[in-house]
């Protein structure tokens, strides 16, 4: 664990910085993907910032609505301080809407846009992962395998560097997929890499040592992963089995 | 087509049969939630290192004694920025959750005149706990400061974090240790 870093009389937190490096990694893939999927880079550039930007924002104020009996004597609070206090859910959500509304008004195809971004959600999903690593958050479950990290005082798996190790499988599949004489209809290399991706989550996450646990001790992102999973593997099914060949 | 059809139902419904089994084979039985180890360490998972110390008022606190009720311990300094901005936030925090929460500050290596003062200023009622020797703050391996510790009904440390924190993130957490 590495969760600060020490330049002098400052003290920096290291997941920020991760989180701050991956951003701009996000969005030089965001416009390699662009440029491979003959989109304008500059559109869908524009839109990973747009996503990106109401992301961080949305993430913000769905915290603070959710606990606005803590804000509503100190307003201050809501714009200081910054490094905790965001509701990860609600960032998705708010951001994935603004940037699908910033799509529709700059009339970017669904699917090829999705094919552009893939490769700037994955990166960004790494980064978010090699954070947790450093920080110590989402740490895993104890073990005696050679591999196994300490944290906490004990030996874990490092189910952050799985996380980390599934998205680059999957950024390995979608390179591949969106090769010119393989891409096949708009939408397959996004699908290809979220299928990758989230069956990876879905067996990585067996390993976590804090899961966020649902009925039966069962655990949520499990869940999650697998619905991806399947959504991702229906829509694959319907696309290629009406898809016309790519002259 | 009508066999490609076929194979793409094959595979998902493998890839549900498969996913659902694993979910199920490693869901987290009851037992599994608790702590691996019991020992003493300033960590996650770990039981809390006991202390005992004292206050501004000269009452004596033992960690130990608090067993039954979360503790949130909060390592702070007079000449800590961060820790001035966030400390109202215990005070309120304090009040709110007065007898099912202990909110302890822990002071860094000062005296109790200078704690005393700043505590009269910034109108903080809540235990203020005086290390001047370092002792607890080593236990605890604080590096840096603010540093927030939440420790359950049971003792166990659940998590640890660096940093301000704000009135929202500190009572979500309080929230979190209530319903454990």
Redesign the interface.
């Known amino acids: 664990m590495l969760?600060?870093i020490h330049i002098g009389p400052f003290?920096l937190?290291t997941a920020a910085l991760v989180y701050l490096i991956g951003a701009w990694l996000a969005l030089w893939a965001v416009d390699r993907g662009a440029r491979r999927a003959g989109l304008n880079p500059d559109s869908v550039y524009a839109l990973a910032i747009t996503g990106l930007l109401a992301g961080v924002v949305g993430a913000r104020l769905t915290?603070?609505l959710?606990?606005w009996?803590?804000?509503q004597?100190?307003l201050l609070?809501i714009i200081?301080?910054l490094?905790?206090?965001y509701s990860a859910p609600g960032g998705l959500l708010i951001g994935a809407t603004a940037a699908f509304f910033y799509g529709r008004a700059r009339r970017l195809e669904l699917w090829p846009t999705l094919d552009a971004l893939a490769p700037g959600l994955l990166v960004a999903l790494m980064a978010v992962s090699l954070a947790d690593f450093l920080s110590?958050a989402g740490?895993g479950e104890?073990t005696r395998l050679p591999w196994g990290v300490s944290q906490?005082?004990?030996r874990r798996h490092p189910v952050q560097l799985y996380e980390l190790l599934v998205g680059a499988a999957a950024l390995v599949v979608w390179c591949w997929a969106s090769a010119p004489d393989r891409r096949g209809f708009p939408g397959r290399p996004f699908l290809l890499a979220t299928a990758v991706y989230g069956?990876g989550r879905?067996?990585v996450?067996?390993?976590r040592?804090?899961?966020w646990?649902v009925g039966?001790?069962?655990?949520g992102v499990?869940?999650v992963a697998?619905g991806v999973?399947?959504l991702s593997?229906?829509l694959?099914?319907r696309r290629?089995?009406r898809a016309e060949p790519i002259s | 087509m009508q066999r490609e059809r076929l194979e793409w139902v094959a595979l998902i419904l493998l890839t549900a049969l498969v996913g659902g089994g694993w979910i199920y084979l490693s869901r987290d039985a009851e037992a599994a939630r608790q702590p691996v180890t019991l020992e003493e360490a300033p960590y996650v998972g770990h039981t809390a290192p006991d202390f005992t110390l004292t206050t501004l008022q000269g009452e004596t606190i033992a960690l130990a004694d608090l067993r039954g009720r979360p503790v949130v311990l909060n390592f702070w300094a007079t000449w800590c920025p961060p820790c001035r901005i966030e400390m109202p936030y215990f005070q309120r925090a304090g009040e709110k959750y007065a007898d099912r929460v202990a909110i302890l500050g822990v002071n860094q290596a000062e005296t109790a005149d200078i704690v005393a003062d700043f505590a009269y200023k910034n109108n903080l009622t809540y235990p203020l706990l005086l290390d001047e020797d370092l002792t607890v703050n080593h236990r605890y391996a604080v590096l840096n400061l603010p540093t927030t510790i939440f420790i359950d009904a049971e003792g166990v440390v659940r998590e640890v974090i660096v940093g301000t924190i704000n009135q929202g993130v500190l009572e979500d957490r309080i929230e979190k240790l209530l319903d454990s």
């Open positions: 969760p600060t003290v937190p915290f603070v959710l606990h009996s803590a804000f004597e100190n609070g200081w301080p490094n905790t206090g110590g740490y104890v906490y005082g004990v069956a879905l067996f996450d067996a390993y040592g804090n899961a646990l039966g001790g069962l655990h499990q869940l697998l999973t399947l593997l229906v694959l099914a290629s089995l």
